[in-house]
């Protein structure tokens, strides 16, 4: 039975990059085990953009304190438990930490299903924070109609590449914006994106209207600041924006810039609409046995770029803003019955 947990705790409170000095690895015992809580032995960590928001003074998502347990979503397999709902061997997933063993109430995990895809697969093209993320900006916020031109960036991204997919199934014309020349050819050649713009090394402005002379239809946002405003200036009449996240700015939350050309909005009877997936509860069910569908019968890709070792946590989520991850980025904890 396993005795100790080893957890990432935040050190030092980041003031602007995020960067492997601001965490530290500890060792802890564990404890006994209370009535209604259940223990995991974490086998995936989901690498989320939110994790950075967690990081300073009132927080959306609920704040970490320096010498406090790095939150995450993760999934694993029950090793005891005090609920009688979940038993020995289970697979579960839900807010377990960065940590290898988490004891975690009840009430705040969920059965995994590895038959319909394998327990990484719950995390990205079937987790929360990614497919069902894509899954809900597209069908409830942003329904693409066949013809449409639907952009979305930080394409090469979780959400980005599964929102991407969603709207090319239900019949839109799609352009992906990511960083460097590989991942734009990951987007056309893997995913099936009709275009790609590399921000990096094309005029994103100029490459829009090249790709979408008619103006854009539905404008899927994961990155906001500057390019939030190269798009509002290229929407079309009636467009729609849904506003997912804002990478761009996580790290600079005491100084977010918003977009200067919102008036598009009106001159263009534009909308724009954020969201966050928790508010969506009844798309849940949809969400996923559609999505677990297209996996199995590989209508969607979903990359995972996995690190091994709780150790690398902090360097996969400094990955993720650095933009060094194609798909979606997980850190794997090997036991050691695993070799």
């Known amino acids: 039975m396993t005795t100790v947990n080893q957890k990432i705790v935040l050190a030092e409170m980041p003031q602007g990059a995020v960067g492997p000095e601001h965490f530290s690895l500890e060792v802890e015992d564990l404890g006994p085990l209370e009535e209604g809580q259940v223990r995991i032995a974490v086998d995936y960590i989901s690498i989320d ?18 010498g406090g347990t790095i939150g995450a979503l993760g999934a694993g397999h029950v090793i005891d438990t005090g609920s009688e709902q979940f038993h020995v061997g289970d697979a579960v997933k839900g807010p377990v930490g960065a940590q290898t063993v988490a004891t975690v109430p009840a009430q705040y995990l969920e059965t995994v299903d590895e038959s319909l895809a394998p327990l990484s697969a719950h995390l990205g093209a079937l987790g929360l924070t990614t497919g069902l993320t894509a899954w809900v900006g597209v069908r409830d916020i942003g329904r693409p109609q066949p013809g449409e031109t639907f952009v979305v960036s930080a394409a090469a991204g979780a959400v980005g590449s599964i929102a991407g ?105 534009c909308r724009m609409e954020g969201f966050a997936v928790f508010h969506f509860p009844e798309s849940y069910a949809p969400a996923t046995a559609e999505l677990a569908g297209w996996l199995a019968d590989g209508s969607i890709v979903m990359t995972e770029q996995v690190v091994t070792g709780i150790e690398r946590f902090p360097e996969a989520l400094e990955t993720m803003f650095t933009g060094g991850n194609v798909g979606k980025l997980l850190v794997h904890i090997e036991r050691q019955d695993e070799g």
Request: with cysteine.
């Open 49 to 66: 953009a939110f994790i950075r928001t967690t990081l300073r003074d009132g927080s959306f998502h609920q704040s970490v304190g320096v």
């Open 165 to 269: 997919q969603i709207a090319r199934m239900d019949g839109a014309r799609v352009i992906g914006i990511a960083g460097g020349p590989a991942k734009a050819a990951h987007l056309v050649d893997e995913l099936g994106f009709d275009a790609a713009i590399d921000y990096k090394n094309d005029d994103v402005a100029a490459r829009l209207r090249e790709l979408a002379p008619d103006g854009v239809n539905v404008y899927f946002d994961n990155v906001g600041g500057e390019l939030l405003d190269v798009v509002l200036d290229q929407m079309a009449e009636r467009g729609r924006i849904v506003i997912c996240g804002a990478i761009s700015q996580y790290e600079r939350t005491g100084d977010v810039r918003g977009p200067s050309l919102y008036l598009r909005l009106a001159e263009r009877q």
